[in-house]
């Protein structure tokens, strides 16, 4: 069966910097885009960033656009999220996700799921 298992969430201070991994297994990691999303207490799916399985390109929201950046080891089956400059704001619990399709944005388009961890960014 397919697992995606993130690891690297933590308490960090605001401005500082954390890189999560999602690992993949049962799938073949290589055709499909992989996508970052994250969902603070209170609010909905938000999009951050996918990278596309073929030419790895890449696509963020405005809100992490320069802060954040998407890639991925298809030797490793893993994708990364690399966070700098963490504000308060970023605070919430960030899954991967796996899509069949050509990078998209909307949640209801990836078919599997990681857990989640969790992100606190706090003084």
């Known amino acids: 069966q397919v697992q995606l298992v993130e690891t690297g969430g933590g308490l960090v201070h605001p401005g500082g910097s954390l890189r999560l991994s999602c690992a993949a297994s049962?799938?073949?990691?290589?055709?499909?885009?992989m996508a970052w999303f994250r969902q603070a207490p209170g609010k909905g799916l938000e999009f951050l960033a996918n990278?596309?399985?073929?030419?790895?390109?890449?696509k963020y929201a405005v809100s992490v656009r320069g802060r954040f950046t998407i890639s991925r080891d298809n030797d490793r089956n893993t994708v990364y999220l690399e966070m700098n400059n963490l504000k308060p704001e970023d605070t919430a619990v960030y899954s991967c996700?796996?899509?069949?399709?050509?990078?998209?944005?909307?949640?209801?388009?990836?078919?599997?799921w990681g857990q989640g961890t969790q992100v606190t960014v706090s003084s």
């Open positions: 996700a796996a899509s069949g399709r050509s990078r998209p944005s909307d949640a209801s388009q990836y078919s599997y």
């Open positions: 049962g799938l073949r990691f290589n055709l499909y885009t």
């Open positions: 990278i596309d399985y073929r030419d790895r390109r890449t």
